[in-house]
């Protein structure tokens, strides 16, 4: 499976962006999709996710009302809506895919539970 992340770049503080992650290969095996993010000198985090099938989805308390997850089977495309942008978003956006159908959405919120990553995108909020 590969993955391309785009959308990322500059906006002021209280703006919004849209990431997408496209995916290619084989796409049937991934259960679910997440986006994580790496702030400067700190560790990556996750961010949010979403089951393929049903479209369940889980947020990080930091985003929770201002980023919203979603997915367009049709073009193995997730997207991740960012509003009310802080400068604590600022970061390398990852998207990742996790393998296998039994799961819930809620737990898969841990880097080793991905299998395969993008190559990030860079998001930069100014205050």
């Known amino acids: 499976v590969q993955l391309q992340a785009s959308g990322g770049g500059l906006v002021q503080a209280g703006g919004s962006l849209r990431l997408s992650c496209a995916a290619s290969?084989?796409?049937?095996?991934?259960?679910?999709m997440g986006w994580f993010r790496q702030a400067p000198g700190k560790e990556r985090e996750f961010v949010a996710a979403i089951r393929w099938s049903g479209g369940s989805t889980y947020y990080a308390d930091s985003v929770k009302g201002r980023f919203t997850i979603s997915r367009d089977n049709a073009k193995n495309t997730v997207y991740l809506q960012m509003n009310s942008l802080k400068p604590d978003d600022t970061a390398v956006y990852y998207c990742a895919a996790k393998t296998g159908t039994r799961m819930v959405v809620s737990s898969i919120r841990f880097e080793y539970q991905y299998d395969y990553w993008g190559q990030g995108t860079q998001v930069t909020v100014s205050s």
């Open positions: 290969g084989r796409t049937f095996s991934t259960g679910a």
